[in-house]
């Protein structure tokens, strides 16, 4: 493939860090044509944005050396072409769009500013810049465009974020487009809008893209031809049908086996007591309705899933009932006593029984605190197990039951993988023998193939200590495996519930259709299917 | 924009109120006096009857709580009392000296600012590693060099050993130039050292990975994307060094004789002279209050999600 727009030789990347040489990418190839997307796949680790970081000359060095290899654009090797050679080309004719636009945006400066940079810095007029970057911004589909060059990052939603970044990469009509994880910090139906557009203009402009992500889903819906990464290396490379029905390496087969959304569904027990109860809660921000009589009933070992996206009130729900917020009005009954009147003291013994997993255990675990102390806190706090040797064996047999190893105690939370965090973060919550375990997107930082474990890892507990679940969540696949019921919110309220089935199957509300729709299914035919499906509406 | 000034000034009141009234009590509390340390001196020969005619005279029998009140009453009319050891209103004393220290603080401030953003700049840019570690390790060598041992040396150095700059009968720029160098240099070191740290740290932001991306050239990066961010911290860091600058001021004009209130400072201190020092307090305090309120007013226009009201985001 040597008439390829842009091809990579057997590039090595090594990352000389203090701890020793990383080598983040080995031997590492791929090619991208006009009007092609090729979608390289991979974990966190794998080394799957290094290659397009080369490509850019965006790599930090040092740390990272560049051992071998070459990358070919338009007859010449851009590893080897001077500084400014390479300067020139970025932007102009290879452009890269980011995960997060929020932190990839500068905050000090207006979005019109930025975006009329990228022709700026390359020495075109500002007012034929400000007249494309006008015309842009409308075809990415901002409202006032006029308005938003004048606005700054952070007074934009982040789809409307990635899609100025967007707007911003094409000002030059580059020949590629590089896109980072590009919808990862989006919502679904964002995420579904932000694909179609990104389609849309490859349609237009013939560019080629190379799209980086970790998400299967995304793979299908809108990839040519796919390469895997796992731990620097390309395992596997072809069409996502290929990739998806023949697997050949170990690595692709796993990950494709740990996508969720295709276990059976749970039926909810009917007959278990009662547990937790909201009536009419209702919260506001100022202005904002965070949840407007938001009434809800889980049972004795259920798993009820809180479904919406961002800012429809699913954390806020769950920091009400913990009393971590003040909710406005309404009750939240815990064995038919009120939460939200309860005094200090009875409110300390439930929160005992109702423990919490937060979604970034990075930020949820005290880094200066070792995993025995971070178990054993709640035991001080509560004057529970004075003695020391039981402390020890109940912490080794907690970590045994989170699948790690009981050695670990004494470790400190910067020594683990994410994945690991997450598991101490359980082990937590387990200290205290709880009743019910509230889990605020407790995996949506995870790799997938770490979410199916620490799902089945919740499942585990579920059926063997009876522990209910209160399951917040925006990844339907994860909630469709997890949960035996699901209640759906949208800005505070809630618009349908029923059990899983029933809502994966034939939802009623507009706007759950709308989320289900949105959700993209691993298999690319599946996925096709589903995109004729919903195209007509 | 109002609100905040209005709420800043009301601020700004009860801060000077409290520097006051804590100046006075601890000026109160110190033993003696400066009229007894003035008038007690054996060589005047005052009989004790007469000094405490003397003291009469300056208010200074009166219960504490009216002396309170008289002077902060007088001090409200602009009014600073009546320097005991010089015999004469605080207010000229004032006049005359304030405009020299303006002016070494202000130039001391300026070079600072010069020296700091000069140093931080060749740490980050300098080619090679060991060149930017050991520019890097300057400002803690800085900061440690106490002022009056710069000054003395500088002095040496320049105006003994290599003649450059002369002291007697000097020109008033040449007169300026060791003593603003003295007063810089230590306000130069922190500020260097928040400088470097705040590009070091803006530099590994992912909208510098943009920047670069869109093949924006190093100096445009540095320049317009490094550079704004990294200001913020530098900024606040200044509006506190405002006491370092007042306190080096001291010192440098003690060392390079020069009249100022760091000069009448000194000596009012010895002399214990009360009114002297209330006015100077509360001139620093003012002085503060002014800074940091400017710092609070600029802070927006750099980084301008500090304009937004908290919990708009949310």
Known sequence: MSNALLEVRNLSVDFH??????????????SVNRGETLAILGESGSGKSVSASAVMNILDMPPAHIVGGEIFYDGQDLLKVSYETHRALNGKKIAMIFQDPLSHLNPVYTVGWQIVEMMTAHGRPADMARARALELIKRVGIADAEAALHKYPHQFSGGQRQRLMIAMALMLKPDILIADEPTTALDVTIQADVLALLKELQAETGMGLVLITHDLGVVAEIADRVVVMSKGEIVEAGTPRDIYHNAQHPYTRQLIGAAPGKGTIKLLDADAPLLLETRKLCKTYGEFTALKDVSLSLHRGQSLAVVGESGSGKSTLARSILRLEAADSGEALWKGRNLLTMNARDLLGMRREIQMVFQDPTQSLNPRMSVYQLISEGWDIHRLMPD???????????????????EYAARYPHQ?????RQRIAIARALALEPELIICDEAVSALDVSIQAQVIALLDDLRARLGISFLFIAHDLGVVRDFADTVVVMKAGEIVERGPTAQIFDAPRHPYTQRLLAANLDPDPDMQAQRRLAGAPA | MTRLLV?????????????????????????????????????????????????????????????????L?????????????AGVPVNPLLATNLPPTLRLASLGLVVAVIIAGALAFAATLAPFAWLRNLLQSLPALMISVPVFWLGIMLIQIFSFRLRLVPIINPSEFQALILPVVTLSLPIAAPLAQILIRSLDEVQ?????????????????????????????????????????LLAGAVVTETVFGINGLGRITEQAVSNQDTAVLQAIVILAAVGFVLINLLVDLVAPLIDPRLNTPIGASA
């Open chain 1, 17 to 30: 860090t203090a701890r020793g040489t990383v080598h983040a990418v080995k031997n590492v190839s791929w």
């Open chain 1, 416 to 420: 683990f993988s994410g994945g690991q």
């Open chain 2, 204 to 244: 590994t932001q992912p909208f510098v990975s943009v920047a670069r991306a869109k093949g924006a050239s190093r100096a445009w990066v540095l320049w317009r994307h490094v550079l704004r961010n990294a200001l913020l911290p530098v900024l606040t860091i200044a509006g506190v060094l405002f006491g370092e």
């Open chain 2, 7 to 71: 709420s800043r000034i009301g601020q700004a009141a009860i801060v000077l109120l409290l520097a006051f009234t804590a100046s006075f009590l601890l000026l109160q509390a110190l033993p003696g006096d400066a009229i007894l340390i003035k008038y007690q001196n054996p060589e005047m020969g005052l009989t004790p009857e007469q000094i405490a005619e003397i003291r009469v005279l300056y208010g200074a029998d009166a219960p504490i709580w009216v002396q309170y009140g008289n002077t």
């Open chain 1, 388 to 406: 020391k040797a039981k402390r020890q064996a109940r912490v080794a047999e907690l970590l045994e039951q989170v699948g790690l190893a009981p």
């Open chain 2, 73 to 85: 009453w007088n001090f409200l009319q602009g009014s600073f009392g009546y320097s005991v050891q």
